[in-house]
C-alpha cells in the first residue's frame, strides 16, 4: 500500500509494506524544511468480518484489552496509533482478532516474549524525531564519476539543515545543499576501478548531525552476483606471503600457514581473473586459541586454523597477518574489480571468548551440555540450543542483547574493512528472526549496491531440502543459500553414476519452481569445506578414515573426466557457481580435514589437473562474456540416461554432457553457427537438425560464432 500526503504542493511517498508501520518520513507540511513524523501506528486486515482487532505490546506490558483498530482512510484496513508516551526504542507486539493472536504476517522483523518462553512476536521499531535524519534516495555510476541524492528531514522541532560535509573531502567531491527543500547531492569524478564510498553528513541549525553513507562500484568484474562467479578459500591451506606454495601440515588438523597476503598475491598475479572469479569467500578471520582441542569426539587433536572457533569477534588473527593484512586484500580485490565475502560466525564463540563469562545470559546450557549429534542431543530437535563441541558455547538469538551483539558485530566488520558481504555459518542454528535482522541491519547501513548475504543451510540428499532452504529466502531475508539438494543429485549423476539425468533436471524444475519469486541467487556448488571433494567422490575413495585411509591423488582419467563434467555444469546453470579452493585441478580430499588440504603449487600440476585448469579458464570467463549464463532463462533440450542437453537464453549458449564410456550424439535443431567454447570447433546446426558428437565423457558447451565469446 502506498500513502500520499500533500503539503504545501509537493507530495510525500511513504511505502507501507507491512500491517506495522512507522510513519517516520518527511511532512514538509507549514513552514520550514521537511521534518520527521514518528507517530506510531498499527495496520492490519481483518481475517474476518465485523471482529474486534486490537494490538497489544510490551510498551505497557501487554495489557489487554489492546488497542483497538479502527476503520482506516484505505478500504479494507483498520489502523491504531499506539496511545501514550512510547519512547524510540523496540517492542514486541501482537495482532488480536477477537482474542486470538497472530504474529503480524506483513512484518518480516519479530522479536520474542521471554515470559512467554520465547514466544515469537513481532517487532516495532519506534525511531527518534528529536534527532533529524539523512536517507540516500538515488545512486549512479556512470563511467569515473558517482553521483548521490539524499534526502534531509529535520527533527521535530523543525531546525533546517546548515551544513553539508562529504568524505572523502578530495577535490573532485562536490557537494550541494538545499536547506528548505532538504535535498543533498554531492558527486565524487575521476574514481578508478574499484569499489567506493562517499559518506554525507549534514549538521543542522542546532547543531545536529544526521549521516548517511553510499557505496558504488566502478567497472566491476561482473554486474551482479547472479552474473559472477564466487571463489571459496580456506585461507590456512591457499598459500603463504607472497603467494608461496604451503607444505601439508604434521597433522591433518593442523596448521599449514597460509595467510592474507597470499591470496593477495594471488590476485595481483591475476590467478582469479584467469578464472572468472568476481567474487572472493574467505574462510572466518577472527582471532582463534593457539591450543589444540579434540574434536567431536574422535579422538583427534584440531587448532582453529579455520577460523571457526571464535575467541575475539572483532579481530583478524594475527597469525593469517592482522588487520593490515585484510585491508591490503580488501583494496587490492576492489582495485581489480573483485567483490569480497567474510564468513561470519554468529551462532556460537569459543569458551575463551570474553562475552561467554560477561553474558552468561546470552548463552544456550544445560547439564550435561547437549552436543548437537552426540547422545540423546540429536540435531532434529536441539538444532537452535545445542553446541557443536563442548568448548563452542551456542548464542541464545532469542536473548535481545546477544542477537544484537551478533548483527552488530556484522556491522562492524562491514564498516571497518568495506566487505561487500558475508557468508553466514550454522544458519539453522538460529531462529530465521536472527537472520532476518542480520540482512535488515545491514542492508540499511549502506545505500547503492547492498551488501550480499548467503547462507550455510545444510541439507542432505533429496527433495525435502529444498524447502528447507526456500524458508531463508525472500527480500526480507537472506539473498542466497548453498544448493546442497542440487549438489548431491550432481554427486549421485555425475560422480558415482547412481543415477540418470533426470535426477538433475528433475531437481533443478523443483528448485525453480520453489525459489521463483523469492529474489533468490542459489549458490551452486560441487563440495566444500564439508564434505568430501567431488574428485574423491568420482574416484570411489572418498569415505575412508582422513587419520589414517586418506583420499588417493590418484592419475584417475575417468575421475578426471567427471570432475570436468560437473565443472562445465556448475559454470554453465543459473544461480552463482561457487567454486572451492581446489576443485579448478581436481584436488582429492576424503572426510574432514583431508578434504582441506594445502593448494598444491602450479608446477606440481599433472597433465589432467592442467587439463582441468584450462577448462574452468574457458568457462568461467565466458560468464562475464554471455548474460544468458547470468541471468538467461534454462530449457531442457535432451535428457537421458547418459546424455543431457539444455540452453540458456535463446540458444545463445547450448550445454551438451555425456556421461557415457562411448560417443553419442544429441540433436541440435536450433539452426546457427556455433562454437564449442571447450574445444575451439566450429558446429553448424541446420534447421531440419544437425547431430553434434560427444566423445566418451566429454561436455560440450556451444555458443553463437557472432557473440564474440567464442574465444573467452
Known amino acids: 500500500m502506498r500513502v500520499v500526503r500533500a503539503c504545501g504542493g509537493r507530495l510525500l511517498w511513504s511505502w507501507v509494506a507491512a500491517m506495522t508501520v512507522v510513519l517516520a518520513a518527511a511532512t514538509g507540511c507549514g513552514e ?76 518480516p522483523l519479530t522479536t520474542f516474549w521471554a515470559e512467554q518462553g520465547d514466544l515469537e512476536v513481532s517487532l516495532l521499531q519506534v525511531p527518534d524525531c528529536s534527532l533529524p535524519e539523512l536517507t540516500v534516495t538515488e545512486l549512479k555510476v556512470e563511467g569515473q564519476a558517482m553521483r548521490v541524492t539524499a534526502s534531509f528531514a529535520a527533527a521535530a522541532d523543525g531546525a533546517a539543515a546548515a551544513t553539508l560535509t562529504t568524505t572523502p573531502t578530495a577535490p573532485t567531491a562536490v557537494g550541494a545543499l538545499e536547506p528548505e527543500r532538504g535535498t ?53 591451506r591457499f598459500r603463504g606471503d607472497g603467494g608461496a606454495s604451503l607444505a601439508a601440515p604434521v597433522s591433518p588438523g593442523g596448521r599449514a600457514g597460509g595467510t592474507l597476503d597470499g591470496i593477495t598475491a594471488e590476485i595481483e598475479a591475476g590467478s582469479f581473473a584467469a578464472m572468472g572469479v568476481t567474487g572472493l569467500w574467505i574462510s572466518p578471520v577472527y582471532t582463534n586459541p593457539t591450543e589444540a582441542r579434540e574434536g567431536r569426539g574422535d579422538g583427534h587433536m584440531y587448532e582453529g586454523y579455520h577460523g571457526y572457533w571464535p575467541l575475539a569477534s572483532r579481530a583478524v588473527d594475527p597469525r593469517i597477518g592482522g588487520e593490515a593484512a585484510l585491508d591490503r586484500l580488501v583494496a587490492t580485490a576492489h582495485a581489480a574489480g573483485l567483490r569480497v565475502l567474510l564468513d561470519a560466525v554468529p551462532n556460537h564463540v569459543y569458551e575463551d571468548n570474553p562475552r561467554y563469562a560477561a553474558h552468561p545470559e546470552w548463552f544456550s546450557r544445560s547439564d550435561p551440555t547437549c552436543v ?27 536473548e535481545a542483547a546477544a542477537l544484537r551483539a551478533a548483527y552488530e558485530d556484522l556491522l562492524w566488520w562491514q564498516d571497518r574493512f568495506d566487505v561487500d558481504g558475508v ?63 542440487l549438489m548431491w543429485a550432481i554427486r549421485d549423476v555425475l560422480a558415482h553414476e547412481s543415477a540418470g539425468f533426470a535426477a538433475i533436471e528433475d531437481m533443478l524444475v523443483e528448485i525453480e519452481v520453489a525459489t521463483a519469486g523469492s529474489g533468490a541467487v542459489l549458490g551452486q556448488i560441487l563440495g566444500n569445506h564439508d564434505v568430501p571433494r567431488f574428485f574423491s567422490e568420482a574416484h570411489g575413495d572418498a569415505g575412508g578414515d582422513p587419520w589414517t585411509e586418506p583420499a588417493a591423488q590418484a592419475d584417475d582419467a575417468v ?42 603449487g602450479p608446477a606440481t600440476l599433472g597433465p589432467e589437473q592442467q587439463a582441468t585448469l584450462a577448462l574452468v579458464r574457458r568457462l568461467g570467463p565466458l560468464r562475464g562474456c554471455l548474460p544468458a549464463l547470468g541471468t538467461g532463462s534454462r530449457r531442457a533440450l535432451v535428457v537421458e540416461e547418459e546424455v543431457y542437453a539444455f540452453e540458456r537464453g535463446e540458444g545463445e549458449a547450448v550445454v551438451l554432457l555425456s556421461r557415457s564410456p562411448t560417443s553419442e550424439s544429441v540433436v541440435l535443431r536450433r539452426a546457427g553457427a556455433y562454437v564449442d567454447v571447450i574445444s575451439g570447433e566450429a558446429i553448424a546446426v541446420e534447421a531440419a537438425g544437425t547431430a553434434v558428437s560427444l566423445g566418451p565423457r566429454q561436455p560440450r558447451v556451444l555458443v553463437r560464432a557472432g557473440s564474440g565469446c567464442a574465444g573467452a
Request: aromatic fraction near 8%; hydrophobic fraction near 40%.
Open 372 to 398: 548437537c549429534g552426540l547422545g540423546s542431543c540429536d540435531w532434529g530437535t536441539h538444532i537452535q540450543s545445542c553446541w557443536f563441541t563442548e568448548y563452542l558455547p551456542d548464542l541464545r538469538m532469542q
Open 423 to 485: 557468508r553466514v555459518d550454522a544458519v539453522p542454528m538460529m531462529p530465521r528472526a536472527a537472520t532476518r535482522r542480520m540482512a535488515h541491519e545491514l542492508r540499511a547501513a549502506v545505500a547503492g549496491e547492498a551488501p550480499f548475504l548467503i547462507g550455510e543451510v545444510y541439507t542432505g540428499a533429496g527433495t525435502w531440502g529444498v524447502d528447507v532452504i526456500r524458508y531463508y529466502l525472500g527480500p526480507d531475508g537472506l539473498d542466497s543459500v548453498f544448493d546442497f539438494p
Open 184 to 236: 543533498v547531492e554531492a558527486t565524487i569524478t575521476g574514481l578508478a576501478r574499484g569499489k567506493h564510498s562517499l559518506t554525507l553528513t549534514v549538521t543542522d541549525e542546532a547543531g545536529r548531525t544526521a549521516q548517511a553513507r553510499a557505496s558504488g562500484f566502478v567497472q566491476p568484474a561482473s554486474a551482479s552476483w547472479a552474473d559472477g562467479l564466487l571463489y571459496q578459500v580456506v585461507t590456512d
Open 32 to 107: 520550514g524544511p521537511p521534518r520527521r513524523d514518528c507517530a506510531t501506528r498499527v495496520w492490519a486486515q481483518p481475517l474476518h468480518a465485523g471482529s474486534r482487532v486490537e494490538v497489544i505490546g510490551s510498551w505497557d506490558g501487554w495489557l489487554v484489552p489492546g488497542i483497538v483498530l479502527t476503520e482506516a482512510e484505505t478500504p479494507g484496513w483498520l489502523a491504531a496509533r499506539v496511545d501514550g508516551e512510547v519512547a524510540p526504542g523496540e517492542y514486541g507486539y501482537l495482532i488480536l482478532e477477537d482474542g486470538e493472536h497472530r504474529l503480524d504476517e506483513h512484518n
Open 559 to 600: 575421475a578426471f573426466a567427471r570432475q570436468r563434467s560437473a565443472l562445465t555444469l556448475l559454470l554453465t546453470l543459473p544461480g552463482l557457481p561457487v567454486l572451492y579452493y581446489g576443485d579448478e585441478i581436481g584436488l582429492a580430499g576424503g572426510n574432514d580435514p583431508d578434504n582441506r588440504r594445502v593448494m598444491p
